[in-house]
């Protein structure tokens, strides 16, 4: 199996490595520390399995996700993250992500993680499967602002969160700037925010930006 680790921490990296060497003593690990780095090594060798992080210095919440997504189609890519999982899974889970876990559960269940997206499967921890089960049930709380936005709004507002300007936004998603001007007016409309200020508090609040 080849695997791509995607982390800019090193000792992340190391212990990804370390625990997937423990399922797959032949494993051909490559890593990366940015999405840039990702690129790089995926132009060299494309991966079977990705373990990314959603918290990268080229890339914030889905945005790195959805980049290895459009890189990658049909090869598993399993999410590691500190995020609180309502916030981030459902969405990431809907763009196309295989599977998510905390980081704080990887030593426990990061080789059954890969197991399964290895065998055709998405994988969850059971927390999260006990939150999709109830939204399929209608039995989940009320739906959040940010849980009401399509996948291009949602990266639209990560990118406001993260600072960026209607230009640089423009320019990231191949847009015009009007065109991210009415994405912007729908977020707020959507969402109930009467500005920037307001988006950006919300972001942090709820764990979508590592602003």
Do not use: F
């Amino acid at each position: 199996m080849r695997l791509l680790i995607v982390d800019d921490h090193p000792l992340m990296r190391m212990g990804v490595g370390q625990l997937v060497r423990q399922e797959w003593p032949d494993v051909q690990l490559d890593e990366a520390a940015t999405i840039a780095e990702a690129q790089q090594r995926i132009a060299a060798s494309r991966p079977e399995l990705v373990v990314l992080d959603l918290s990268l210095p080229d890339a914030r919440g889905t945005e790195g996700a959805s980049r290895l997504l459009r890189l990658l189609p049909g090869v598993p890519l399993l999410v590691l993250s500190l995020h609180a999982e309502d916030a981030m899974a459902a969405r990431l889970l809907q763009m196309g992500v295989s599977g998510y876990l905390p980081k704080d559960r990887a030593p426990e269940e990061l080789r059954a993680a890969l197991r399964r997206l290895q065998q055709g499967g998405r994988y969850v921890s059971a927390a999260l499967a006990d939150h999709l089960l109830g939204l399929l049930s209608g039995k989940a709380p009320e739906a959040l602002p940010h849980e009401q936005l399509s996948p291009q709004e949602h990266r639209v507002m990560l990118l406001i969160a993260a600072g960026q300007t209607p230009a640089q936004i423009a320019d990231a998603m191949h847009l015009s700037v009007k065109t991210v001007g009415s994405y912007r007016a729908r977020i707020l409309e959507k969402a109930g925010w009467a500005n920037n200020t307001e988006l950006t508090k919300y972001c942090v609040q709820h764990g979508l930006t590592t602003l």
